[in-house]
T-cell receptor, first 117, second 114 residues
């Protein structure tokens, strides 16, 4: 079936450190891939996305590359800030069996990131 | 655009009572997702509607849960009767017509069943 596995947290880094949060997926066909971010008390917000193999999504200094050969979509940032502290979710959009034009979005378990000043 | 609007933001109810959560989609969106978030189970997809039709309800926990889309812009999630283990944050999210695009989330409803 379709699933997303991401790095367990919590992850604690110092400000300006390099960040990697690993994400791998299992899916039939060619899913779109997403990273969402959730700040305390809020809903999820799209951070970046990629819709086909080798695409790189980027936003606010974060990047992730759609790697079909390794079924991965790892999130990276070169220099994190205290304001990046949040929970990060990897997700995929997977076609629903029997419906050619319908796809559901499945999330990983989330990774809590804390940045120390 | 006002975004996805959920109500209420917080709900506290007694075990056995009926609870109704509400969601207004972004105008023009045709897909609707209900998710439940807990510390133990993370973010679970409960049900997915496309063009007002339930496409996948495999995540609905049991018969106590039901969801409807009476029109293209509004949805309800009902729990009857509620139980303490239903306590969670419930999110709805909507998506535009093309598949493969991102979903936009509401602020969530924090449900506490005592």
């Amino acid at each position: 079936g379709n699933s997303v596995t991401q790095m367990e947290g919590p992850v604690t880094l110092s400000e300006e450190a390099f960040l990697t949060i690993n994400c791998t997926y299992t899916a039939t066909g060619y899913p779109s891939l997403f990273w969402y971010v959730q700040y305390p008390g809020e809903g999820l917000q799209l951070l970046l996305k990629a819709t086909k193999a080798d695409d790189k999504g980027s936003n606010k200094g974060f990047e992730a590359t759609y790697r079909k050969e390794t079924t991965s979509f790892h999130l990276e940032k070169g220099s994190v800030q205290v304001s990046d502290s949040a929970v990060y979710f990897c997700a995929l959009s997977a076609q629903v069996s029997g419906y050619s034009s319908a796809s559901k979005i499945i999330f990983g378990s989330g990774t809590r990131l804390s940045i120390r000043p | 655009d006002a975004g996805v609007i959920q109500s209420p933001r917080h709900e506290v109810t007694e075990m056995g009572q009926e609870v109704t959560l509400r969601c207004k989609l972004i105008s023009g969106h045709n897909s609707l997702f209900w998710y439940r978030q807990t510390m133990m189970r993370g973010l679970e997809l409960l049900i997915y509607f496309n063009n007002n039709v339930p496409i996948d309800d495999s995540g609905m926990p049991e018969d106590r849960f039901s969801a409807k889309m009476p029109n293209a812009s509004f949805s309800t999630l009902k729990i009857q009767p509620s139980e303490p283990r239903d306590s969670a944050v419930y999110f709805c999210a909507s998506r535009a017509k093309r598949t493969g695009t991102e979903a936009f989330f509401g602020q969530g409803t924090r449900l506490t069943v005592v």
